[in-house]
């Protein structure tokens, strides 16, 4: 929830204000080097919105008025933006982690009843308010994190009925949690099992998709984005744009899980269509990286998902920047294959293992996370005009964000200049 706005707010003793201040859109190349970081600085929030960055002396006569908040040597930036999550769901799903781990691969535990599919068993035996009361908590630990916007999909219904009710549970998450929710049909995660039962149960299933579904949710405004699993073996790449196509057509924007386990053309899709984002990557092609580097489309890299699954390689994060490609971070926090809320060890598993500098992690934790979700104007930098998400670090160098991996160091969120976590 996003209470009223309140009284101006002057945020003063910062170790550093880390600002990602710059053009409203997703950086990439060079921009990506530089996240604004200011010492001896304040930060006036007037209105919900940030007023002035600069000087503490300066700004603090500018705004005398405002109710001071001391930051107490810490690091002062940008919520996080979490451009990708699966955050509506009923039971975890721990017993998969040991099938994994004796050797069973992602698709084999598919077939054998497991990830997607048990989730969808479970949230369509579950209440709506169920299933309230489940992902409030969750959320709460996301933001607790320093997570002040999150993207949240549907995706584990697979019917018209009980995707309708995932997007009627986010928005009624919505106006309870402290934090602001974008929400994404993705009644495209999965062909149902019972599609895939008769001959014409793919087609008809897609049918359902583009003539029923995705005109109901544009019509009852419960999504902001349609997206679909581009991969072999769930939706190829011409029935993706089949799909897409009518999302655009109903006035929801596109995005696409792509290229996650085996290239199969997501990226270029991605790319031809202008997609907002394309999302995982873990195995695109030189072709795709290409695509992406020479259009708008963010690359959203989920390295918590590849780490989780055990793979040996991640998405090929250097090669997308130094190519050219906007680069965005998220958790793709799930029940079965990332089931973490911290956000901030995702930015370690990009330094260590993507090889990102902190910098660009931070960058593409901030600003390239809302440009993925068509918030580049709004917030993701802290700079006049802006929204004041905000979030409040235990550390004093911004470099330490993703250096002490797993360790809890947010004080507190704001979010439009309201207190909201800590």
């Known amino acids: 929830m996003i209470p009223d706005l309140g009284r ?14 710059g053009p409203a859109r997703a950086r990439r190349g060079a921009e990506m080097r530089d996240a604004g970081v200011l010492t001896g600085a304040a930060v006036a929030v007037v209105d919900g919105r940030i007023a002035a960055v600069g000087p503490r002396d300066e700004v603090e006569r500018r705004y005398a008025s405002a109710d001071q908040v001391d930051c107490g040597g810490g690091v002062l930036m940008p919520g996080l933006v979490d451009s990708h999550t699966h955050a509506i769901f009923g039971r975890p799903r721990a017993e998969e982690q040991e099938m994994r781990a004796s050797g069973l691969d992602y698709m084999e535990i598919a077939r054998r009843g497991g990830g997607i599919h048990s989730s969808v068993r479970d949230l369509r035996a579950r209440s709506e308010d169920e299933l309230v009361s489940m992902a409030v908590p969750r959320l709460q630990r996301l933001a607790s994190h320093g997570t002040t916007t999150v993207e949240v999909k549907s995706g584990y219904g697979l019917t018209l009925e009980d995707e309708i009710k995932t997007l009627r549970v986010i928005a009624r998450v919505s106006s309870i949690v402290q934090v602001r929710l974008v929400p994404t049909f993705l009644g495209a995660h999965e062909v149902p099992l019972e599609a895939r039962a008769t001959a014409d149960g793919r087609k008809n299933y897609i049918s359902l998709l583009v ?6 949710v544009a019509e ?5 984005f349609a997206d679909v699993f581009c991969e072999p073996g769930v939706y190829t790449v011409a029935e ?3 799909i897409l196509g009518a ?3 109903a006035g929801l924007g596109i995005k696409l899980h792509a290229d996650e386990l085996r290239s199969s053309g997501g990226a270029e899709l991605a790319a031809e269509l202008g997609a907002t984002s394309a999302d995982h990557l873990g195995a695109i092609s030189d072709d795709g990286i290409r695509a992406l580097a020479g259009s708008e489309t963010v690359a959203t ?3 918590g998902t590849l780490l989780f699954l055990g793979k040996d390689r991640q998405a090929p994060a250097r090669a997308l920047l130094d ?4 680069v965005a971070l998220a958790t793709d926090f799930n029940p079965g294959t990332s089931p973490t809320p911290n956000f901030p060890l995702i930015l370690t598993l990009a330094v260590s293992q993507l090889r990102m500098s902190a910098a660009e992690a931070v960058l593409a934790a901030t600003v390239n996370g809302a440009a993925a979700l068509g ?3 709004e917030t993701g930098q802290v700079a006049p005009g802006f929204r004041a998400d905000l979030a409040l670090f235990d550390l004093e160098d911004v470099r330490e964000l993703p250096y002490w991996y797993g360790d809890h160091r947010c004080r507190r969120t704001w979010v439009d200049g309201r207190h909201a976590t800590g």
């Open 240 to 242: 993706s744009r089949e």
């Open 220 to 224: 009852q405004g419960l999504a902001r």
């Open 375 to 377: 918030l580049a104007g």
């Open 301 to 303: 890299l989920l390295p």
């Open 8 to 21: 101006p707010l002057l945020f003063v003793n910062a170790a550093q204000v880390v600002t990602c201040a």
């Open 323 to 326: 190519g050219g490609a906007a």
């Open 211 to 216: 003539h029923e579904m995705i005109p109901r």
């Open 247 to 249: 999302a655009r057509r």
